[in-house]
């Protein structure tokens, strides 16, 4: 169901004290006023500094300008944001991010320490990633799109706006008269989001003007539906057994239908060891474990960076 700005802000209660992802754009300065109108003193902004744009020196001056001319608390970091063999810069920007803001709860005394992170993604984000993720040929973890709310390294993270349109943040900024930036990059169409947030999203608004409403409504279904495969997941895993980050019992696994053994196998994968395997991956080691009928049937089958290999009755992964 769409929300008003304020209507979402009145709802957002994290734990004290906050962080406010600030890159100086639309979306984040309208939370981070937002946020520290309803909790002065609580919140931080902070402003992360990926270095990889030739405007990111003037995105960190406009930040840092816009938060002492409202006596606001700003935090900068600077991030090393190059992409690992293999990673996407996306996927690099998101983890030198999420080391930035893991550090927070390092700082000050444990009265102080930041103890939630809000960020500022709206509906039409959401709309958006649930696109990009159909057009990938994503599964339900890609069709669920992005949670409201998790928590990773101590701290809690919270999207508020996530029923929230872009237009109604930019209203809402018009009629108070703040100032924010535009980043460049996101008129760029040489990525796959912003062609879909360019061309395809307003035919489709136009087409079907309660867009937003439904296709989140689509991503809370997936969302629902992943919650229950984590479950089955994690229920198969104490039937198969583990050793350390290792699946225990390649026979135990084999009793599964397959279904069951990709969904175990993804679990395990991703929180384990941290990999998601691309789906041609995932088919190969399913009919290598259809095919392991003996106890020296080797399982050697490359899988994100590393490698899925069979020693014993076990499943092992590793990066050489």
Same mark, same amino acid.
């Given at each position: ?14 734990? *004290? ?14 939370? *981070? ?14 402003? #992360? /500094? ?12 406009? @930040? ?11 935090? #900068? @970091? ?31 005394? &444990? ?5 939630? #992170?809000? %960020?500022?993604?709206? &509906? ?38 996530? @029923?929230? +349109? ?11 008269? %703040? ?16 062609? %879909? ?20 409504? +689509?991503? &809370?279904? &997936? ?5 229950? =495969? ?16 290792? =699946? ?23 929180? +384990? #060891? +941290? ?10 080691? =399913? ?5 392991? /009928? ?6 050697? %089958? ?19």
């Amino acid at each position: 169901m769409q929300r008003s700005f304020d209507e979402a802000i009145r709802g957002f209660s994290p734990q *004290l004290p906050l962080a406010v992802a600030f890159s100086g754009g639309a979306d984040s300065t309208a939370l *981070l006023v937002a946020c520290a109108e309803k909790w002065p003193g609580q919140v931080v902004a902070v402003h #992360v /500094n990926h270095g990889v744009q030739a405007a990111a020196a003037l995105f960190e001056r406009h @930040c840092k300008d816009f938060c002492a001319a409202r006596a606001l608390s700003v935090q #900068v @970091c600077q991030v090393n944001a190059a992409p690992q063999q293999g990673e996407s810069p996306e996927a690099a920007a998101r983890r030198a991010r999420y080391k930035a803001f893991s550090a927070l709860t390092l700082s000050g005394s &444990a009265q102080t320490a930041i103890k939630s #992170v809000a %960020i500022a993604q709206h &509906a039409d984000d959401q709309a958006e990633t649930l696109l990009l993720a159909l057009v990938r040929g994503g599964g339900v973890a890609g069709l669920s799109a992005m949670p409201a709310h998790w928590a990773r390294d101590g701290l809690d993270y919270h999207r508020p706006l996530l @029923c929230v +349109s872009a237009a109604e943040v930019r209203r809402w900024l018009a009629v108070r008269g %703040i100032d924010f930036v535009d980043d460049p990059t996101n008129s760029d169409e040489r990525f796959t989001r912003n062609r %879909i947030r360019r061309q395809i999203m307003p035919a489709m608004k136009a087409a079907f003007p309660h867009l937003l409403e439904t296709l989140g409504r +689509s991503a &809370a279904h &997936a969302a629902q539906a992943q919650t229950l =495969l984590d479950e089955l997941a994690r229920d198969d895993f104490l039937r198969v057994g583990r050793e350390g980050d290792a =699946l225990a019992g390649v026979r135990a696994l084999r009793t599964l239908s397959r279904s069951r053994q990709a969904n175990l196998l993804r679990y395990w994968l991703k929180h +384990s #060891v +941290s990999v998601i395997p691309s789906t041609s991956q995932l088919n190969e080691l =399913l009919d290598q474990v259809h095919a392991c /009928n003996t106890r020296g049937h080797r399982i050697h %089958i490359k899988v994100g960076q590393g490698f899925v290999e069979r020693k014993g009755d076990a499943l092992h992964w590793y990066n050489p």
